[in-house]
């Protein structure tokens, strides 16, 4: 069975992009006929909100699946509204399986013993999306309470041809307050890198360079990005903030390795909402939605290429 | 409105104690005659497990409902079923609150900005159980991130009387790995603590003593639960690790102030499934289990009473 590595990187290979793309849906962004059309089927309001969700996210995957190999859809945005919103996001999440897609759950799940256990078996369907109830080929794991509740996702990822990416050093404002502390010259977050590092390696078949346990880096950092590329050789980065949250591509240019792979780099507003954006609202109405998003994603491929070693997937391998 | 500080205390005196019971279903462990039930209903392993999970839980709480004042059902054993399973647990959560108890989502829940802002709205109903989609009393929520990521949810919290546990030191072997790096003189967990301490503060209403900003702290590691407990006034604790993990209620005293408040203390396997536990397994077969249920209840409410503060609870106040 391949590993979620060889799986992410022929992915990438196939589409020459690191392109992730957020689903992360908003009542309030969406177009007008979504939300008109989610209201007229009534029900509550949870359920009108989950319809408006469901229909707009499926919209979303239909323009980009042939784009990009990646998608993240928030779990927060659908568990808010309850079991009609996790109902939509099931349906979003197999949809995006049956396109082809890679889905990296964005749950940010994290608990000790049995109980990561039961997280990590019930998100971590890996190859076969009928393996575990919720479809993703990937989970966002938190890490603080310890490197012993990391062990039982490690374990159904390899079983499952899955991966995980772990926090280390998120995109918030606020990321340094528990993260940067440092204790005998390192970090808390290089702290975290190190085991990471050192779980990615165990899972790392002989021949290969990554493995699959990843890391969740921000691009609004790109000082630390960098130096952690460099501190976690054979680590596959989520790398979020790119976009809305004010990193340039040049500022993931460090997750990457020479030949362009090692890294995905995630947007969602700039995406799910491109004619809402600075760059494109001047082009695009809410009558063009789909155009919109469809150009935001276009210009997010190039802008990687240009700037990031990413361009090197457009040249034939030797 | 009364705040959540003041509902959790005022339900922990009028049953006298501060124990809380984990709701736990794990399907080996079920009774035969649940399994039975369940799985002639028909249907997938994921519905027939919900369904065992759902009438094993309703049970659990009609037999411990007039014992204590407070629930924490384990989200990730629910989840890990997919919908049928978070079904299960909105109707467990939903008839908790019907029976009085208050409910404490144990889902360590975070993330940031926004997305923060959903989990809160989405498990935060507070006082009123139709507030959110999720009708928690409480949230159990990882503070990893950054404090910035910690505030939406002490902001639902208030306007709704909810309250939130931060993981500031957990139960489990490895919590050391992460939590304890020294920086300036202050290992992690207590850099949470102090930012833990100042939320709790600026939620506590004028004349009272705690805020509705919480923190986890284990019970296996009594010495620095008495620390925190110093370190961190007005901050009620939820104490995991009692029982089944090792703690004992002596090692869970140093949690409690002098009135024997501001602290729950779980218990989870030990209760769930108390016919299989060492101290009950001589007594009661699995015919009895609602009896040995019953019967560690009782035992964990005396033991409690006996060896910590909590014991002041039943003596009528001046």
Request: glycine share 10%.
């Amino acid at each position: 069975m391949p590993d979620y590595a060889q799986r992410l990187h022929s992915a990438i290979r196939r589409t020459q992009t690191p392109s992730l793309v957020g689903i992360d849906p908003r009542w309030d962004l969406l177009p007008q006929e979504i939300r008109d059309k989610a209201s007229a089927g009534g029900g509550s309001q949870a359920e009108q909100h989950a319809r408006g969700f469901e229909h707009f996210s499926l919209e979303l995957l239909d323009i980009i699946c042939d784009s990009v190999a990646v998608v993240k859809p928030q779990v927060a945005f659908f568990e808010q509204l309850g079991i009609p919103g996790l109902q939509a996001l099931h349906r979003v999440m197999t949809r995006a399986r049956e396109l082809g897609l890679l889905v990296i759950a964005d749950a940010k799940r994290g608990d000790i013993g049995s109980t990561a256990e039961a997280y990590a078996a019930g998100w971590l369907a890996g190859e076969d999306p009928g393996a575990a109830e919720w479809p993703a080929d990937a989970l966002t794991v938190n890490p603080y309470l310890g490197a012993d509740t990391l062990q039982p996702f490690v374990d159904v990822a390899r079983q499952r041809g899955a991966g995980i990416y772990v926090l280390v050093r998120t995109s918030n404002p606020g990321a340094a307050v528990f993260q940067d502390p440092r204790s005998e010259g390192h970090a808390i977050y290089e702290i975290v890198a190190d085991r990471v590092c050192d779980l990615a390696a165990q899972t790392t078949p002989q021949g290969e360079d990554y493995g699959c346990v990843g890391a969740v880096v921000g691009a609004t950092w790109p000082e630390q990005l960098q130096q952690l590329r460099e501190r976690m050789p054979g680590v596959p980065f989520l790398v979020p903030g790119y976009g809305a949250q004010g990193g340039t591509s040049a500022d993931t240019a460090g997750a990457f390795d020479a030949d362009g792979l090692g890294a995905v780099i995630n947007s969602s507003r700039g995406i799910n909402f491109a004619w809402h954006t600075a760059g494109l609202q001047d082009e695009f109405g809410e009558d063009s939605w789909r155009e919109a998003i469809a150009e935001a994603t276009r210009r997010m491929r190039s802008d990687l290429a240009e700037h990031t070693p990413a361009g090197q997937l457009s040249i034939p391998r030797a």
